[in-house]
């Protein structure tokens, strides 16, 4: 069974609080393959280009991420669904670039920040294997978005100008 949850909103302090690791034997256990497959749903449901497991109220360090021609991201390039389990990233490079994003917990609304705009993922699987994939601008900006809600960090903390800060329907009247 494939669920849609709730999905948990900017002022719920589960949002801010540091998500647990699970160990490769637990990723094998049907309650998380459920999640995983709910995490998946709701996503797609949703429209996320990617939902970290604390925005389903769950404190476990598992994210999805997934684009193929999401109405959220009009402009926006598609790439393959992606399970992150206990993920790390790495910056490859220096280069940032202006990243503007929305969240499923912030709904309707857009800001600007930086990201890295190449990174290197490694993680396990939902299968519990472990992978590593070199990631570039929107899904590298898309995991590092996901990996801070693992660490209780929304897009908002990372704006430095907040004057960014606006409405999704402005955003794509003005800025898109
Ligand atoms: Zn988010």
């Known amino acids: 069974m494939k669920n849609i949850l709730p999905v948990i909103k900017m002022g719920h302090p589960n949002l801010r609080k540091t998500a647990q690791p699970i160990s490769t034997d637990q990723i094998q256990t049907p309650e998380y393959q459920q999640l995983i497959d709910n995490l998946i749903t709701t996503m797609r449901a949703e429209d996320g280009a990617g939902i970290a497991a604390p925005q389903v109220d769950v404190l476990a360090r598992i994210f999805v991420m997934e684009v193929d021609n999401n109405p959220r991201y009009p402009d926006k390039p598609s790439f393959p669904l992606l399970v992150a389990i206990n993920p790390e990233i790495k910056p490859i490079g ?15 609304i857009r800001g600007n920040l930086k990201r890295w ?7 396990y699987d939902r299968f519990g294997n472990f992978f590593e994939k070199e990631l570039s601008d929107f899904a590298s900006v898309v995991a590092q978005h ?14 430095t100008d907040m004057k960014t800060l606006c409405f999704r329907e402005e955003f794509e009247r003005f800025y898109l």
């Open 117 to 123: 705009a190449q990174v290197k993922i490694t993680g």
């Open 146 to 159: 996901e990996l801070d809600h693992l660490n209780g960090v929304l897009f908002i903390d990372r704006m």
């Open 94 to 108: 220096e280069e940032q670039l202006d990243s503007w994003e929305g969240c499923l917990s912030i709904p309707n």
